[in-house]
């Protein structure tokens, strides 16, 4: 059974660092594009950036450019998303995604394999 776990959540202050991971087991990511998600209370899915199977490719939302960065480890069967300078508003239950084929521009909205979520709570 495919399956993708988040870690890495957790409260930081505003200003701060944190590292999200996701897990696959079932199947090899590497011949996966993996997108982060994020949903806010009362708001929508938003797709926050996104990595191609080879890792060659990223993209991020303008939202989180310059201070989140996507990576991957295929050996791994991992993806990382290095958040740093996160502020209030970055706030949000985070979600990691697999699908193939899939690209990356533009950002991706559906995907077909989702994570349960790991949350994340910036402090002011």
């Known amino acids: 059974q495919q399956q993708l776990v988040e870690s890495g959540g957790g409260l930081v202050q505003s200003g701060g660092s944190l590292r999200l991971s996701c897990a696959a087991s079932?199947?090899?990511?590497?011949?996966?594009?993996i997108g982060w998600f994020r949903q806010a209370a009362g708001k929508e899915r938003e797709a926050v950036s996104c990595?191609?199977?080879?890792?060659?490719?990223?993209n991020y939302a303008d939202s989180v450019k310059g201070r989140f960065t996507i990576s991957r480890d295929n050996a791994k069967n991992m993806v990382y998303l290095q958040m740093s300078s996160l502020k209030p508003e970055d706030t949000a239950v985070y979600y990691c995604?697999?699908?193939?084929?899939?690209?990356?521009?533009?950002?991706?909205?559906?995907?077909?394999?989702w994570g349960n979520g790991t949350l994340v709570t910036v402090s002011s």
């Open positions: 990595i191609s199977n080879s890792g060659g490719t990223t």
């Open positions: 995604a697999a699908d193939t084929p899939a690209w990356c521009y533009p950002l991706p909205s559906r995907m077909d394999y």
């Open positions: 079932g199947f090899t990511l590497r011949h996966y594009t």
